[in-house]
């Protein structure tokens, strides 16, 4: 026996591809089977060209932006220019007209505090035009969607049914064409790496067993190889639930784990029968 994973649908969905022979050789993310889900594609494609006319509409608010803020700093440099020159040809008449001087000292804090309106007008400019041209919203609305497109990406990343250990491709239950629901099983991959066999001692006889003990095992052939018994479970199972011959056809059996010990062995077809030669 092979420990087994079984592969299954993540969703509905249609076999797309069985990528691999049964018995071929895997390892961790090799991909089996291939799902095909109609729907998941539609939307992935609606979602795409959603992003694409949110990329080009962010674009164009955006040009739109730099425009009006270029002829609005113009209209903001000039008359900061201005205004300033009212500053500097205050401060001159000052100078010139001592008597008059409360009147141009005041004439240059007027010409000051406007200065420094239009420095903060300035600062803010960008921020308050792309906001108005809707460029904070278009933003956002393209991440949303950008983030719906990258789960939807990942949806059908998860059609894609991998291995994730090294072993062999086992039976396939469904063919290429065939519909699935979430939760089919529709392939085995098998852990060739630990392989063991599975004794079926019956429940009466148990007491002749112990984990830890040396067993031989005889295979199709004659070849003879050691195991080792690794755990006893706790309970039993009836004669109803398993494949058995006729010495225990109608008795209770425990299902006992045999590892390999020493020598290779042989390889066989999982679920071969073997002999248990209790020592």
């Known amino acids: 026996a092979a420990d087994v994973t079984t592969l299954t649908a993540p969703t509905d969905a249609i076999v797309s591809e069985l990528l691999l022979s049964p018995g071929a050789s895997v390892k961790p993310d090799d991909v089996v089977v291939r799902l095909q889900d109609q729907a998941l594609e539609r939307a992935l494609v609606a979602k795409q060209l959603a992003v694409q006319t949110l990329q080009a509409e962010l674009q164009q608010a955006e040009a739109r932006s730099d425009v009006e803020i270029a002829w609005r700093q113009r209209e903001l440099d000039s008359e900061m220019f201005g205004t300033d020159e009212q500053r500097v040809d205050a401060i001159l008449r000052e100078e010139a007209a001592r008597n008059s001087a409360e009147m141009y000292a005041a004439q240059v804090e007027i010409c000051e505090t406007r200065i420094s309106e239009l420095e903060s007008l300035r600062s803010a400019l960008g921020v308050k035009v792309r906001r108005a041209n809707g460029v904070d919203v278009a933003q956002a609305r393209l991440n949303l969607a950008t983030e719906e497109l990258a789960a939807l990406q990942q949806d059908e990343l998860q059609l894609d049914l991998k291995a994730n250990h090294f072993g062999r491709v086992g039976v396939y239950r469904h ?82 784990r045999v590892e390999r010990i020493g020598q290779l062995w042989p390889e066989v077809p999982v679920g071969s029968n073997v002999t248990v030669l209790v020592d």
């Open 175 to 256: 063919e290429v064409g065939d519909r699935v629901v979430a939760g089919d099983s529709i392939a085995d991959v098998l852990d060739t790496t630990e392989r063991h066999v599975v004794m079926q001692v019956p429940s009466d006889l148990v007491d002749l067993v112990s984990e830890g003990r040396e067993v031989t095992l005889q295979f199709a052939g004659g070849e003879m190889r050691r195991g080792i018994i690794r755990g006893i479970p706790p309970q039993t199972i009836g004669p109803e639930s398993i494949r058995s011959d006729k010495q225990i056809a109608d008795r209770s059996v425990v299902m006992l």
